[in-house]
């Protein structure tokens, strides 16, 4: 595939195209292209995706158990090993292939199965604590659902994910969209 085939699927310039690609080395032939399962091979490694990520989801309410049942994830290399909650009466319940765990176990859980990335589906006032507590078990990358800011140490990468915001943003686009010629 060429770069301006590419760069037509993305919505960007060619150039572009080829500048970023340069930084995962010289994958493209000049004239013929690139090969794209050696680019998808080289992208998917440059992302850690050729790795298996144990991933916990603490917070078992709408927004977790819709994640906990998403099987899209595994596809792309992020195994889910734990589903966490404080809720006595969802704790022990089967939900898929797992079984929904205590958060009082959460040190253990993170230990044993080597969970690298946790994902907050809590409400916004337990966001920090839960955040603390997967910090304090060793969990090196959380994902907040919360729709609150939460603060982590340095050497933990944090990612928000606030659905107001992407909706908002759409609206903004939605708002500025040229009329189409009838």
Do not use: C
Not at 20 to 44: C, F, K, M, P
């Amino acid at each position: 595939m060429s770069s301006e085939q590419l760069a037509e699927l993305a919505g960007v310039n060619a150039a572009k195209v080829r500048k970023d690609l340069s930084y995962l080395g010289t994958y493209g032939t000049r004239g013929v292209g690139y090969v794209v399962g050696e680019l998808v091979d080289e992208i998917a490694n440059e992302l850690g995706l050729t790795h298996d990520w144990p991933v916990v989801i603490v917070g078992l309410g709408n927004l977790g158990h819709a994640l906990a049942n998403y099987r899209g994830f595994g596809a792309r290399g992020f195994r889910i090993v734990a589903l966490v909650d404080t809720d006595g009466s969802k704790v022990g319940r089967p939900l898929g292939e797992l079984t929904i765990e205590s958060l009082d176990e959460l040190d253990v859980i993170v230990a044993q199965r080597e969970v690298a990335i946790g994902v907050i589906a809590v409400p916004a006032p337990a966001a920090q604590e839960v955040a603390d507590r997967l910090v304090a078990a060793g969990v090196g990358s959380i994902l907040n659902f919360a729709p609150t800011v939460v603060t982590v140490p340095d050497h933990v990468t944090l990612r928000k994910v606030d659905l107001a915001t992407e909706l908002q943003i759409l609206s903004f686009y939605q708002q500025h969209r040229t009329p189409s010629p009838v």
